[in-house]
């Protein structure tokens, strides 16, 4: 970890963002603060880059809520997706609205059996809320990229 | 989607540098007289701001779902939570949470945003005016 920690962020960057294969990923600060305010900032490499793109193009109706962006950030944020998306075929994000959560991969590894000890958030009646988006909730160190299993948190050790 | 080296490098190098997003240095008292300035144009009677309007404004859906209090709360002293995502919120009153209302360009994003969400519409500038007016009296 030490050695792979002191590579230089541009390697990483170049690499896709991602410390190979522990499920930590480096997000950059432009996108940790526009497409991390309202949700967690989704890592990049876990959907392809036609998901992404599709995602940019309607983002004033965005999921029911208004996320556009101002010119610039857009740009910026249009290339770091597709410098960093996924080039797997399950991480193809489908329809009309692309989610993470239905990608294959996701669904594989977020199969019931995997989940025991691990409650779908509770959203509210009435409310158009998808759980499985709510990664924090289960990842506790969500917000800082890190999907890896020393962030994971069972029920019974809620806060 | 192919990508040539020499463009995911200048990505990675504008990454490095930093956001490349200008921070617009303001303050509350900065935007309440501009905003002020504004509201006369189209009602030249107006005085000042009313936090008792900005209060109620706060906490009415508007005829949507969401009102501003289902994301920050009915004490906006406090933080909230995204009421769809569940991300949580920091304090919208400057008194909490200084970092508020000091970039005039993140104060523009979101009240276009959130009164787009909430209202259908742009808020006017009196009505942002009478929001501020409001946060300023909340206590953390």
């Not at chain 2, 406090?78 to 360009?105: C, M, W, Y």
Request: glycine share 8%; proline share 7%; with cysteine.
């Amino acid at each position: 970890m030490k050695t792979l920690q002191s590579l230089s962020l541009a390697t990483l960057l170049l690499a896709g963002g991602a410390w190979a294969g522990d499920h930590r990923y480096a997000l950059s600060p432009t996108y940790a603060a526009e497409c991390g305010s309202c949700h967690v900032a989704y890592p990049p490499a876990l959907m392809d880059a036609a998901g992404w793109k599709v995602t940019l193009q309607q983002l004033e109706r965005h999921f029911g809520s208004d996320a556009s962006l101002e010119p610039q950030a857009q740009r910026e944020i249009a290339s770091l997706l597709q410098a960093q998306a996924s080039t797997r075929s399950a991480h193809e994000g489908k329809g009309a609205a692309p989610r993470l959560t239905t990608t294959a991969w996701f669904q594989r590894k977020h199969r019931p059996e995997e989940l025991r000890g691990y409650p779908l958030p509770k959203v509210p009646a009435g409310a158009r809320a998808t759980p499985m988006a709510q990664c924090q909730q289960c990842h506790r160190r969500a917000e800082q990229g890190d999907f890896g299993e020393g962030s994971l948190q069972p029920a019974d050790g809620r806060r | 989607m192919y990508f040539p080296r020499p463009l995911a490098m200048g990505v990675a190098l504008a990454l490095l540098a930093g956001s490349t997003l200008a921070a617009s240095p303001t303050s509350p008292a900065e935007l309440q007289a501009a905003w002020l300035a504004e509201a006369r144009q189209s009602n030249p009677a107006l005085r000042a701001f009313s936090a008792e309007r900005g209060r109620s404004f706060f906490s009415t859906t508007h005829g949507s779902d969401w009102s501003c209090a289902s994301c920050h709360t009915s004490n906006p002293g406090q933080g909230g939570a995204h009421a769809v995502t569940r991300k949580l919120i920091e304090p919208l009153a400057p008194a909490a949470n200084p970092r508020r209302f000091s970039d005039a360009a993140k104060v523009d994003k979101w009240f276009g945003r959130n009164c787009k969400d909430v209202l259908g519409r742009a808020c006017t500038a009196e009505e942002k005016g009478d929001l501020l007016a409001y946060l300023l009296t909340v206590k953390p």
